[in-house]
């Protein structure tokens, strides 16, 4: 029986960041974390491209939270105590330089993921963290004031235990037999598949400022929105998966969106319609793409319009540029299916944070049980926010796990 002080079930960022974070503050203890794969870090590695989106660029807890679809009020306390000015400082001060881009993300100077997770192994065996791969857990077990975990090849007692598994179907299950009560998980981060003439050849084309909206719903978002060989992607259409994550399941993502290409409403674009047909009178209208919008989605929303390509703005009759407002300002399309990243799978659901103390992330049925990161029912829309979770719940628990 191997005998630790902490163990941490899960090596990746926040099993890491938790490791690290405890074991410099508690020099003196055996901390350890049991990694069921081969390898650790696996999602951090692939995360952002493989440069790694560490946080984004928002500094207000308020507003931060804001883009949680679950957490948003458990956080708002935590990201009090640390946050991204937190997030930043921690590894600046270990030696990895962080960038802030146009769109909020926060990447390494370095464009690599490599350098975080070298940052991490090299913090690990600084302050005598453990690190046992080819480790999956198999049994957990309350006994004496002591954790007992059984992996497949060994067995440890611990007096703190720390989950940092992720979206891990067989440690929930675990978890239930200690009777906590976990919801079942559904992607939280899709793309949506499409198949309509008005986008099929266009993959690539990038709608900067859209508006979407899922029709019978109240879900609605803004943003870049992409077109890809199977649909639409981009910030508008991730946001809206993250928030729509639980009633698109119920759906079995078949749903129909309404798309607004320009973010006016119909009426501005009727009037701004017909004065470009006085200016550009005697221009083919498929030639003039208006309000800042791909040369080949116009093309698209104009044949879509019942507009030929001959048509000169001059002969267009009354109902062509209605036509042409409402796929502007209204498209529908109908969604069958979605598609999700293998690398950076997002879900929602896992552990009833009803159950979770969130000044010290402690369970509230154990003592010296903890949870940090995806184990908990909280996800975040694309953009760093995940990870900003995870680094937060870790070092909550650092501060707190000899407290109590």
């Not at 630790?4 to 203890?29: M, R, W």
């Not at 004065?275 to 009178?281: Q, T, Y």
């Not at 083919?284 to 080949?296: E, M």
């Not at 796929?327 to 990243?341: C, E, N, P, R």
Request: hydrophobic share 40%; proline share 3%.
């Amino acid at each position: 029986m191997n005998k630790k002080d902490i163990l941490i079930v899960g090596g990746g960022a926040s099993g890491f960041f938790a490791a690290i974070n405890i074991a410099e503050q508690h020099p003196n203890l055996k901390v350890a974390i049991l990694e069921r794969g081969k390898e650790v870090l696996t999602k951090v590695k692939v995360s952002g491209g493989g440069r790694c989106n560490v946080t984004h660029a928002e500094f207000i807890p308020q507003e931060l939270v804001s883009n949680y679809p679950r957490g948003e009020r458990e956080l708002l306390g935590p990201f009090y105590t640390f946050m991204t000015g937190d997030t930043i400082a921690w590894f600046e001060k270990r030696g990895v330089a962080l960038k802030i881009e146009e769109d909020g993300r926060i990447f390494p100077v370095s464009n690599s993921s490599q350098t975080i997770i070298d940052c991490f192994i090299n913090e690990a065996r600084t302050h005598n963290v453990e690190v046992l791969t080819n480790h999956p857990v198999i049994s957990i077990v309350y006994d004496d004031n002591n954790w007992l975990v059984n992996t497949k090849t060994d067995s440890f007692t611990c007096q703190k235990l720390v989950i940092a598994t992720g979206s891990n179907p067989k440690i929930w299950n675990l978890l239930q037999e200690l009777g906590h009560s976990v919801s079942s998980p559904v992607p939280s981060l899709f793309t949506f598949n499409i198949k309509d003439n008005r986008i099929k050849d266009i993959p690539g084309v990038v709608a900067k400022n859209v508006s979407v909206k899922v029709v019978d719903s109240n879900l609605e978002t803004e943003g870049p929105l992409l077109i890809t060989h199977w649909g639409m992607s981009a910030p508008s259409i991730l946001k809206l998966s993250a928030f729509g994550a639980l009633e698109l399941a119920k759906r079995n993502y078949k749903f129909s969106i309404e798309v607004n290409f320009v973010n006016l409403n119909y009426e501005i674009v009727i009037s701004r319609l017909n004065d470009i047909k006085k200016e550009l009178n005697k221009k083919k209208v498929i030639n003039y793409a208006q309000f800042d919008l791909p040369k080949r989605l116009w093309h698209q929303l104009v044949l879509a319009s019942e507009i030929n390509l001959e048509t000169r703005w001059a002969d267009c009759t009354k109902a062509q540029i209605e036509n042409l407002a409402n796929q502007l300002t209204s498209a529908i399309f109908k969604v069958d299916g979605k598609s999700t990243f293998k690398e950076e799978f997002v879900t929602a659901g896992g552990v009833n944070l009803k159950e979770v103390n969130f000044k010290t992330f402690e369970s509230k049925l154990h003592k010296n049980l903890y949870f940090v990161g995806e184990v908990l029912n909280i996800d975040a829309v694309t953009g760093g926010f995940n990870f900003q979770n995870a680094w937060t719940g870790a070092y909550i628990v650092s501060l707190n796990i000899f407290k109590s």
